[in-house]
Every structure is written in structure tokens, then in C-alpha cells.
């Protein structure tokens, strides 16, 4: 397992699984999402993109998904040209990435094993195989007395972690998660980024969108700051 | 494509069928309908065509020939003039003489059986005929016998008896393609020893025109029907597809395909299809039963095709006209959904 470094000081020997250089986003309305953004995050990092609304948070997630093409500069995710990538290739791309959303995006007629399994079907899996992961994962977010439960009677945390759960299946090397405490309360806040920082530990990096200030100050990672589509800060939580 | 995802897919279509039953119900009830009226316009143009081709056996175009007994009996004034004066080379000639009525043997064409039999051949060489029956002067006086009424046979008899068979023999012609009519009967009657034609034209060109219409009708219902059924069945697959947004979007954001997220709303499209050929075929199968023993019995008609003759390419057109609407209806659908609007998984 690679060791995790949260000093942007040692990016420079680590290998990138996220680069950005140069890279521009305009829409067709006009609206300016990023002007020459240049980062780069490392294997293995936790990073925290902090940054008021119409920072340019989400269009930085979109690029690294593949969902928007950039204008102008070079993105490299795991290993992918996206700036080169056919269409085709994305579901490639997406497969080596775990997403973790805000509203969860759990299917309300699945139970929570079939939530998870879900994700391993999609890639081809089947049988026994899915069956041993999907447990593994549903143990690793302590949800493995839950997997016959139904979206609907579980707490907002649990849901989330059943989300979390369907990110990890398919054991990603980056997990992209979009403000997943925004629904939950603050101890289960805490709970699902201590989870995720055990994941990280575990060598996955992790890319979590965040508005809470809380959590950046507390968990201590890797933070960036978006304003106005350009990146202000990327430091260590405290010092943001 | 793995085995087991194919499994899997498969499994999610018929489930799709089952979640939105109620939308898979209302399109099989649509689909039926379309079915059972293309059904029901093929079984129409299947009778009819029943129906025309009987009429068609009965149109029979007699050609009476240039015998002996159109010499006598027949109006051949208009080649008089040519018949004297081929009557006059040959009296020169041979001394040919007249026989007890006046007649000259060059006063007529058909001499014998042979001769009007190779006129028979000729006719029946020609493209569009189906059959030649020769039916001689003697047979000719007979059927008119026949078709007297009681106590009339004696005024042929009178005329049999004191001046000989007034019938001329004729070719009893059937043809292949009734649409072609007028042109054979040119071509009949540009052979040598032809007199005249006797046809029921009117009646051939009314049965051309009713076989016309039928096909023409049955193309425009049946296509208005396919489209029909592809609207439907599209929109089934639309709503279907709108209710499965969150799962579509879970599946681009795990790294699904295109092909992947289609397959399961083709499967279902493909199966609703599928149970709407079945039902169609059942109702279908009842209603002509109730239909045909109503014209049996009040109309008396006994030509009427029997449903077991068409079940199976009734039961292949409808499944195909499901599974084509079914399968394009869901690609085109989803394939416009996944470009534009299901690109997008993450600002659900």
C-alpha cells in the first residue's frame, strides 16, 4: 500500500491520479467555471475542494468524471487523457472511479444489498463474487446487519453509507465524493468522513466536495479552494 | 458482452415489464388492436382474393372460329368481298364447286377438328393464357341445349334438323392475370380464323380494380398501423425510461455502456411486443370464427379461408411487427435520452 501523504510539498515524487494543467471551462451560456486551473493530487491523498457557491466545485468534479469536456489544458485521471477520450471510453474511466452523491441515489424498490450488488452487476459481475464483496463492503460502512433493509427505513447516515458502500464495491482507486455530508447531521458528518479517511488509509484516495468548515478544520487533509473558477488556496486543512 | 450480464439484463427487461405494469398494460392493449385490425385487413384481402379468384375461374372468354357453319349462319358479310375473290382464283384454278347450301370450302377457314384444334394451340401459346378447352359446333349446340329452358330444346332441334348446327366451335379461354385482359383479347383476335370474342369485360376490368383497391387499402392500413405501434411502444419505453432516471444515472456514474443501460428497455419493448402477438392472435382467432360462421350461415358462402391456414403467418407478422416495434421504438428512444439529458448523472 502507498503511503499517504498530505503535504502538497511532496507532490512532486508522488505519482498523479488527478493532473490538471492549464485547464479552462466556459459553457455555451458564457459562464466562466474555471480559468487556468493547474493541480495536481497524488495516490493515495485525501483532499477536501472547499469554496462558495459558483466556485467552480462542480464543474472541477464534472471534468474529472469526464461529464464536461475542458476548453482549453490537459486532464489526466488514472492513467486516462480526458482530453483525448472518446466518448466510448468514459464507462472505462468511470470504472476505475467510486461516486459518492448528496441526495445518496439509492434505488427506493432495491434492499441495500441489491443497492450495492447494483454497481457490480453494471461492470458484469455476477454469482458468488458479488455476493462476498458486496458483504465486505456493507462491513466496511457497518451496515452488515442491514443488507435485507429497505432504503426507506434506514437513518439518513446509513443511507449515505450504503452509498458509500456501492462506491467502494468495485474497489476504486479514487473515490469522488459531492458533498456527502450535506444531508446528514453533524455527528453523522463526522462519522462518514471518519470513514472515508479509513478508506484513504487503506491507500484510496478520496476527493470529497465540502461547505462545512468543521470538518476541513477537524479532519486535517489536503484542502483546495475554488473562487471564481480559479484555485485561491491548497493547503493543509488548518491553515485554510 | 458477458454471459452473465446478459442474464442479467434479460432479467431486468421482464422485470421492467412487471414495475410498470401498468404502462406495459396499456401499451399491450394498444398493440393488440393494431394487431388484430392488421389481422383482421390481412384475413379481408386473404377472403377477398379467395373471392375474386373464384370469380375469376367463372370469367371465361369464348372465341368462336371461322368454320363452316359461321359460312352459313355467321355474320361474314364484311369479308365477302375478299371471300369472292379468293373464291374466284380458286374456282379458276380447281373448279372448286359449292355444296347443297352455296357454300364454297374457301368461304371459310376451319375446315376440320385439326384446324381448329391448332387454332387452340395458338391461343394457348400466348403469354397470358392459362387454359384452352375446344368445345366443336356439336358440343357448343349442346351446352345450348342444356341451358334452355324446358320445351325450348325443340327450336334448336327444328333448326338442327332442317338446316344442320347453327353453333360455330369455339375455344373456351381462361386467363392468368385478368389485368392483362384487354391486350391478350387483341392478341386472340389477330389470329387467323378468329371471328369474335365473347367476354365479360366489364367484369374483368371491375375484378382488376377491386383486387387494386384491396392491396393498395391493405398497405396503407397496415403501415399506419406499424407507425402506430411504434409510437406506442416508444412511449411506453419514454415514460418507463423517465421512471428509471435515478437507476440510469447510478449505472453512467458506475461505468455502465450505452449498450449496457439499452438493453433491458429493448427487452422490454421486445417483450411487450412479444405478449401483444399472443393476445392478438387469440382475439384475432375468435373474432373471425364468430365472424366467418355469421356469413355462413346468413350469407351462405362456404369459400372462406380457414383461420388454421393463416394462424402461423398471422402469428410470425404480428410478433415480427412487435419485436421490430418493440426493439426500434426503445433505441431510437433511448438513444436520444442517453445524448442529450442522460449524459448528465450527476446534476440529476
Known amino acids: ?24 471551462k466556459t459553457y455555451k451560456t458564457g459562464t466562466h467555471a474555471l480559468e487556468d486551473v493547474n493541480i495536481k493530487i497524488n495516490k493515495g491523498e485525501f483532499v477536501f475542494v472547499v469554496g462558495s457557491s459558483g466556485a467552480g466545485k462542480s464543474t472541477f468534479m464534472k471534468l474529472i468524471m469526464r461529464e464536461e469536456k475542458a476548453n482549453t489544458g490537459k486532464i489526466a485521471v488514472n492513467g486516462f487523457d480526458l482530453t483525448k477520450m472518446p466518448r466510448r471510453q468514459v464507462p472505462m474511466l ?35 463474487h458479488v455476493r462476498v464483496e458486496v458483504s465486505k463492503a456493507l462491513s466496511k460502512v457497518g451496515l452488515g446487519d442491514k443488507a435485507r433493509s429497505m432504503p426507506s427505513q434506514l437513518s439518513g447516515g446509513e443511507q449515505q453509507r450504503v452509498g458509500l458502500a456501492r462506491a467502494l464495491v468495485n474497489a476504486p482507486d479514487l473515490i469522488i465524493a459531492d458533498e456527502p455530508t450535506g444531508n446528514v447531521d453533524p455527528n453523522m458528518s463526522y462519522e462518514i468522513v471518519s470513514l472515508l479517511t479509513e478508506i484513504n488509509k487503506r491507500g484510496t484516495t478520496i476527493l470529497m466536495v465540502t461547505h462545512d468548515h468543521n470538518l476541513v478544520r477537524d479532519f486535517q487533509h489536503r484542502v483546495i479552494m475554488l473562487d471564481k473558477g480559479k484555485i485561491v488556496a491548497d493547503n493543509v486543512g488548518g491553515d485554510i | 458482452m458477458k454471459l452473465s450480464s446478459i442474464k442479467y439484463l434479460t432479467g431486468e427487461g421482464f422485470k421492467n415489464v412487471w414495475v410498470n405494469r401498468l404502462m406495459s398494460v396499456a401499451s399491450v392493449g394498444v398493440l393488440v388492436a393494431c394487431m388484430v385490425i392488421i389481422g383482421l385487413a390481412i384475413l379481408i384481402s386473404e377472403n377477398a382474393n379467395v373471392a375474386i379468384g373464384n370469380l375469376e375461374k367463372q370469367n371465361v372468354v369464348m372465341v368462336y372460329m371461322k368454320d363452316y357453319n359461321w359460312a352459313l349462319y355467321g355474320d361474314s358479310q364484311a369479308d365477302d368481298e375478299d371471300v369472292s375473290a379468293s373464291k374466284e382464283e380458286t374456282s379458276d384454278s380447281d373448279e372448286a364447286k359449292p355444296d347443297k347450301n352455296g357454300i364454297y370450302e374457301s368461304d371459310y377457314i376451319i375446315h376440320n377438328d385439326e384446324e381448329a384444334q391448332e387454332l387452340c394451340d395458338k391461343i394457348a401459346k400466348l403469354p397470358n393464357v392459362e387454359s384452352v378447352e375446344y368445345i366443336s359446333s356439336e358440343e357448343g349446340l349442346e351446352t345450348v341445349k342444356e341451358s334452355m329452358l324446358e320445351g325450348q330444346e325443340e327450336y334448336f332441334t327444328f333448326l338442327d334438323d332442317e338446316y344442320g348446327n347453327p353453333m360455330s366451335a369455339a375455344a373456351k379461354v381462361k386467363m392468368k392475370d385478368m389485368e392483362l385482359f384487354g391486350e391478350t383479347i387483341k392478341q386472340i383476335e389477330k389470329l387467323d380464323g378468329v371471328d369474335v370474342i365473347q367476354s365479360q369485360s366489364d367484369l374483368a376490368d371491375t375484378i382488376a380494380a377491386i383486387k387494386k383497391g384491396i392491396t393498395v387499402a391493405g398497405v396503407w392500413i397496415i403501415a399506419i398501423l ?6 406506442i411502444v416508444s412511449n411506453t419505453i419514454r415514460v418507463t425510461m423517465y421512471n428509471r432516471k435515478l437507476e440510469i444515472s447510478i449505472m453512467k456514474a458506475v461505468g455502465a ?32 370464427r364468430v365472424a366467418t360462421e355469421t356469413i355462413v350461415t346468413t350469407l351462405g358462402m362456404s369459400d372462406i379461408v380457414k383461420y388454421s391456414e393463416m394462424a402461423l403467418p398471422l402469428f410470425g407478422i404480428f410478433v415480427c411487427i412487435g419485436v421490430l416495434a418493440g426493439a426500434i421504438g426503445s433505441f431510437i428512444i433511448i438513444g436520444k435520452y442517453l445524448k442529450h439529458e442522460g449524459s448528465e448523472f450527476s446534476a440529476l
Open chain 1, 1 to 24: 500500500m502507498e503511503e499517504i501523504s498530505i503535504n502538497p510539498a511532496d507532490n512532486a515524487v508522488q505519482k498523479p491520479i488527478i493532473e490538471f494543467r492549464g485547464v479552462s
Open chain 1, 94 to 128: 468511470r470504472r476505475t472511479m467510486g461516486i459518492v452523491f448528496q441526495d445518496f441515489r439509492l434505488i427506493p424498490t432495491m434492499n441495500v444489498f441489491e443497492n450495492v450488488a447494483f454497481a457490480m452487476h453494471v461492470v458484469g459481475d455476477s454469482g458468488r
Open chain 2, 226 to 231: 406499424i407507425i402506430i405501434s411504434l409510437v
Open chain 2, 257 to 288: 455502456t450505452d449498450t449496457f443501460i439499452r438493453v433491458p428497455f429493448i427487452i422490454e419493448g421486445v417483450l411487450i411486443g412479444i405478449i401483444s402477438a399472443a393476445i392478438a392472435e387469440v382475439l384475432l382467432y375468435f373474432c373471425y
